[in-house]
């Protein structure tokens, strides 16, 4: 029983010590996946959103972006193509002056880190605009790049669904 106290002890410091290091230190990939989170919840809105919040995100969302970001969407009324963060910012100003809500969702992302700097990312993006029960639907491509201690989306092309 003398034994068994300090191997107990040994074992719950060792877990731990590799809690501590994953949630202070987690992998790209949860990185990645997270900022894609924040991304989709920054981006989204309702329809009594408070002009001080609307602001916020407005600027908020292309912190999420590289400076030189491509951002091309494909078909349907949302088309079009996005260059650097001005641009993008333009077009978050946009569509909350002309929709009243819009919920996206950024699901299942499969990460592929191309090396300790760069990343693609394949997530499907599933838009719902002022309640609409039909979403918009899009697969995307995403290159991303770390920028410091976060990582950016440098360009977003959209995949099609006849090519998967």
Do not use: C
């Not at 969702?105 to 029960?133: C, M, R």
Request: overall charge positive.
């Amino acid at each position: 029983m003398k034994t068994a106290k300090p191997l107990i002890v040994v074992v719950l410091i060792t877990i731990g010590v590799f809690w501590g290091w994953s949630v202070l230190f987690p992998s790209p990939e949860k990185q990645i996946k997270a900022a894609l989170t924040r991304l989709a919840q920054t981006a989204s809105f309702g329809a009594n959103e408070k002009s001080l919040t609307r602001l916020g995100a407005i600027n908020a969302v292309p912190t999420f972006f590289h400076t030189n970001a491509v951002v091309r969407l494909a078909g349907g009324r949302y088309g079009g193509s996005l260059e650097g963060k001005q641009e993008i910012r333009e077009a978050v100003a946009g569509s909350r002056a002309v929709a009243q809500s819009i919920d996206i969702q950024l699901t299942d992302p499969q990460v592929t880190l191309k090396d300790s700097e760069a990343a693609t990312v394949l997530v499907t993006a599933t838009v719902y605009v002022d309640g609409d029960p039909t979403p918009q639907l899009q697969i995307l491509k995403m290159e991303m790049v770390r920028a410091g201690r976060k990582w950016v989306i440098k360009q977003i092309n959209p995949i099609d669904l006849d090519d998967v």
